[in-house]
T-cell receptor
Framework: DAGITQSPRYKITETGRQVTLMCHQT?????MFWYRQDLGHGLRLIYY???????DKGEVPDGYVVSRSKTENFPLTLESATRSQTSVYFC????????????FGSGTQLSVL | KQEVTQIPAALSVPEGENLVLNCSFT??????LQWFRQDPGKGLTSLLL?????REQTSGRLNASLDKSSGRSTLYIAASQPGDSATYLC????????????FGTGTRLLVSP
């Protein structure tokens, strides 16, 4: 199906483990984003990518790593998960940098115990 | 640093009522402003995008206005329906050359039959 999909939908892990959240879009959008949503903080940008092999930090990048070897995929890796990274993570994409709507995936709910 | 505020945090209305959701931002140097809808456990869906040069956008029963000089945007929902129940978020895109959105924390709307 066309669109933007995230996996897994739910993930429980332990402190110190490495976790990778997947994001795949079928529109060939240039721009992709990772946000986290926390109560009281709203959505905050973790990392973004303007094209394959081009990534940059957002507002809260510490503890996260991204890569974008293909236009359609933008995985987010927590190298050593901490309890403070318990959150709902959303991937998003858009075609143009500023003039188009942002399309979101359904999210990954991550719990770090 | 841009700050986006949405008041009220929650709103409950009877079906059929016209209502206004408010969004304010501290830095008027925005590129555009988007309104999103988020259903429980789901991702965000973009409803309306207003470019900085525009004053309003309409889609069906929804009308969003933008007043950059006063740092305010409103989302007007006409003839509300129970299906409109959701959280509504606004997000301001900063002039950074890409869609770096700063989100408000949302207004949770409940429309009762």
């Amino acid at each position: 199906d066309a669109g933007i999909t995230q996996s897994p939908r739910y993930k429980i892990t332990e402190t110190g483990r490495q976790v990778t959240l997947m994001c795949h879009q079928t529109w060939s959008h240039s721009y992709m984003f990772w946000y986290r949503q926390d109560l009281g903080h709203g959505l905050r940008l973790i990392y973004y990518s303007a094209a394959a092999d081009i990534t940059d930090k957002g507002e809260v990048p510490d503890g996260y790593v991204v890569s974008r070897s293909k236009t359609e995929n933008f995985p987010l890796t927590l190298e050593s998960a901490t309890r403070s990274q318990t959150s709902v993570y959303f991937c998003a994409s858009s075609g143009l940098p500023t003039n188009e709507k942002l399309f979101f995936g359904s999210g990954t709910q991550l719990s770090v115990l | 640093k841009q700050e986006v505020t949405q008041i009220p945090a929650a709103l409950s209305v009877p079906e059929g009522e016209n209502l206004v959701l408010n969004c304010s931002f501290t830095d008027s140097a925005i590129y555009n402003l988007q309104w999103f809808r988020q259903d429980p456990g789901k991702g965000l869906t973009s409803l309306l995008l207003i470019q900085s040069s525009q004053r309003e956008q309409t889609s069906g029963r929804l009308n969003a206005s933008l007043d950059k000089s006063s740092g305010r945007s409103t989302l007007y929902i006409a003839a509300s329906q129970p299906g409109d129940s959701a959280t509504y978020l606004c997000a301001a895109a900063m002039n950074t050359g890409f869609q770096k959105l700063v989100f408000g924390t949302g207004t949770r709307l409940l429309v009762s039959p």
